[in-house]
Structures are given as C-alpha cells and as structure tokens.
C-alpha cells in the first residue's frame, strides 16, 4: 500500500497535534491529548493497512504511546526550554511559545505516522507487538529535529491552511 493511502490519516493527526500548542503551559494535559491524537492515528494506520482491530490493541496502544510520547516530551522540552528563553528574552509573549509547542508536537507525530506505516507494511508485522511498536515509536521521536524536518512540517501546515 503507498504512503498517499495514509495521507488523510496522516494529516488530521499532524493537523490535531500542531492544535496542542497551547497546552505547552499545561505538559500533563499536553502529553494526554497528544496521547489521545497518536492512539487514534496508529488504530487508523492500522485499520487501514488491513490488520484487525482486536480490543487487545486498544488495551496496550495508550501504553506504547504514553511510552513513546513521554520519551518525546522529556527529550523535546530541553529543546523548547532554550527556545523559550530564547523567545521570552525578546519580550514577544507566548503566542511564539504555543507555536514552537505545536510545530514540534505535529513534527513527532508525523514521525510516528510515518515509522508506523512502515512497521505495519512489512511481512511480519503483529499489531499486537508492542516491544517491536514502542521500540519504533521511540526511535521515531528523537527529540532534536532537522532543519528540514522544521520546515516541512511548517510548510505542511501552511499547506493545510493553518
């Protein structure tokens, strides 16, 4: 199945994220919404890739993703804590703050998006093996993204007229 098969998927998830901005003042609400927003993106991916949907992958999806999401959070906040001193040093106020937040919460979700999609194309793949999931998921979230990652995701948004 091509990557374009996920395209919808893809792009309400990473469009749900960049909305958690805001929340960068709130981190536990931040990472349960997100949590929220990546469980329904990997149960979709699933879905759609032609796994079945067992109630057992609804049971241990949050856990993989609370796993993944928090190694995200703990690793992006060091880069969010210099770009906010950065940004407070200039005296501009939060709404660049709240931005950052959401670029870089849209940035590790489609990461996840796109390590998914490939765990769920190969041969092998067993929606139920979350070792192999949670190993993907945290590889796929690396706290320090590109140049180009940053503005691929901002350019993707733009894109999608946020």
């Known amino acids: 199945m091509a990557e374009k098969d996920y395209d919808d998927i893809v792009a309400t998830a990473v469009i749900a994220a960049a909305a958690t901005g805001p929340l960068v003042v709130a981190p ?7 949590s929220g927003v990546w469980t329904a993106m990997l149960a979709a991916i699933n879905k ?6 067992e109630r057992d992958f609804f049971l241990k999806v949050p856990a993989a993703v609370l796993v993944g999401g ?3 959070r703990v690793g992006s906040k060091l880069l969010q804590r210099f770009i906010m001193a950065a940004i407070a040093a200039t005296g501009v106020g939060a709404a660049p703050v709240m931005s950052v937040n959401g670029i870089l919460n849209a940035l590790a979700t489609w990461r996840a998006s796109q390590a ?3 765990l ?3 041969e092998d793949f067993d929606p139920l093996d979350w070792d192999r999931t949670v190993k993907i998921l945290k590889e796929a979230v690396k706290p ?3 140049r180009e990652e940053i503005r691929f995701i901002i ?6 007229r946020l």
């Not at 536990?28 to 997100?34: C, F, I």
Request: hydrophobic letters at 40%; aromatic letters at 16%; proline letters at 3%.
């Open 28 to 34: 536990v609400a931040d990472l349960t919404v997100l």
């Open 48 to 53: 759609r890739s032609g796994h079945g949907l």
């Open 70 to 72: 928090g190694l995200y």
């Open 116 to 118: 998914y999609i490939e």
């Open 120 to 122: 769920c194309e190969t």
């Open 144 to 146: 320090w993204p590109t």
């Open 155 to 160: 350019n993707f948004l733009r894109w999608k």
